[in-house]
């Protein structure tokens, strides 16, 4: 069993930024790593994800926005994020792939005056 705990949310006005947190119980060296989000009434979407080699995955909505990037020593995922826009609000799941997928809780965003 895995766990992830998502941190770093919160309530941001449009054009600021944030940078989310994912820790997990195990070792992430050989895993895949990925931010997903869902907003009310909308399906989870991913963001971006991250090989265990580095290679990165963004969704175009977020491209030049959002970084994401990972910390195999401390277990570790972060996601960047700049310029937010209010169609960024949702909650935020960090997902872990060892033979299968593991969830984190999620972590709100909100984008709003």
């Known amino acids: 069993q895995v766990q992830l705990v998502e941190s770093g949310g919160g309530l941001v006005q449009p054009g600021g930024s944030l940078r989310l947190s994912c820790a997990a119980s195990?070792?992430?060296?050989?895993?895949?790593m990925g931010w997903y989000r869902q907003a009310p009434g909308k399906q989870r979407e991913l963001v971006a994800s991250?090989?265990?080699?580095?290679?990165?995955n963004y969704a175009d909505s977020v491209k030049g926005r959002f970084t994401i990037s990972r910390d195999n020593a401390k277990n570790m995922v972060a996601l960047q994020m700049n310029s937010l826009k209010p169609e960024d609000t949702a909650v935020y799941f960090c997902r872990g792939d060892w033979g299968n997928f593991y969830w984190g809780r999620g972590t709100q965003v909100t984008v709003s005056l």
């Open positions: 991250i090989t265990s080699g580095g290679s990165t």
């Open positions: 195990r070792s992430i060296f050989n895993s895949a």
